[in-house]
């Protein structure tokens, strides 16, 4: 560390410039003997000079040109730190021997796993519900944005639990909590893996179905609202749990508010309708 610092002021920001200046000195110190020699003897053979001024410079290219090849494990070491405590993705680790900077690559390697997994456990936890385990309303908008910036055909459904105030009010909120929870995985579990569902309020939940059509929604929530209304283990209480839905057609994250307005609406329509239905927003 001593000569490190020692030699800082050489080229303060630049330290493979500095391992080149002293590449290039020790390169020169045969010239500076044999030099000194020959003034010492008064006898000067200009061709040695010359042959060893070459040979110099041609050995202290090469020694350059092979230390900067040597330093570029440093220089992806030095990017992938940068990366990660920017939070940008890393996109390839390179893997090296058992030496010092084969060493050093494996540390960094396992720096940036351990904070891409805590970086992506962080992330989960803050863009799911903590109830439901099913996305919230901040990680459902930003997966939506996601998935509307390349899709053109998708349906946003707005699901409500029916009658949720009385059976909060009635049972209790361990038993409206666990009443969440069954329909949160009932939508995560029966819908495709390219669905996406959340706890959009309190009671009410989004779903999100990437690349179909209205009728198509229909036919897949009115599936999902025959099931829910079936299961006698959600009405363990004498309860019958049932949901209504709203459904509307997006095609870009720009109508996503209005969308989430006329979806609210669609609902608001389904309830005045007798509930445990679902009803289409028209355009």
């Not at 040597?70 to 730190?81: E, K």
């Not at 059976?167 to 579990?189: M, N, P, T, W, Y």
Request: overall charge negative.
């Amino acid at each position: 560390m001593r000569f490190y610092k020692a030699t800082a002021f050489l080229f303060p920001s630049h330290y493979e410039r500095r391992i080149f200046l002293v590449c290039l000195g020790a390169a020169l110190v045969p010239l500076i003997a044999c030099a000194t020699l020959q003034a010492a003897t008064g006898y000067w053979d200009i061709t040695t000079l010359a042959t060893v001024l070459a040979a110099g410079l041609i050995g202290a290219g090469l020694g350059i040109w092979a230390i900067q090849a040597l330093l570029a494990p440093l220089a992806n070491a030095t990017a992938i730190l940068e990366a990660v405590q920017t939070g940008d993705p890393v996109e390839q680790i390179p893997e090296g021997g058992n030496d010092l900077v084969g060493r050093l690559l494996r540390g960094v390697t396992t720096a940036a796993n351990e904070s891409a997994a805590r970086i992506r456990r962080l992330v989960d936890t803050a863009e799911r519900d903590p109830l439901t385990g099913v996305h919230n309303r901040r990680g459902f908008i930003e997966s939506a944005r996601e998935v509307l910036l390349g899709q053109h055909t998708a349906v946003l459904a707005i699901v409500a639990v029916d009658h949720f105030a009385l059976i909060h009010e009635q049972f209790g909120r361990a038993v409206g909590d666990k009443v969440l929870q069954a329909v949160g995985l009932r939508l995560e579990s029966e819908l495709r893996r390219t669905d996406l569902t959340a706890r959009w309020t309190s009671e009410t939940f989004a779903v999100l179905l990437p690349d179909t059509l209205l009728d198509e929604a229909r036919l897949i929530m009115e599936r999902l609202r025959a099931s829910v209304a079936l299961d006698q283990s959600l009405a363990d209480q004498g309860w019958p749990v049932t949901f209504s839905c709203g459904l509307v057609a997006i095609r870009d994250y720009a109508q996503f508010d209005d969308a989430c307005n006329r979806a609210d609406a669609a609902l608001d329509d389904a309830r005045s309708g007798g509930r445990n239905r679902i009803h289409a927003a028209t355009d």
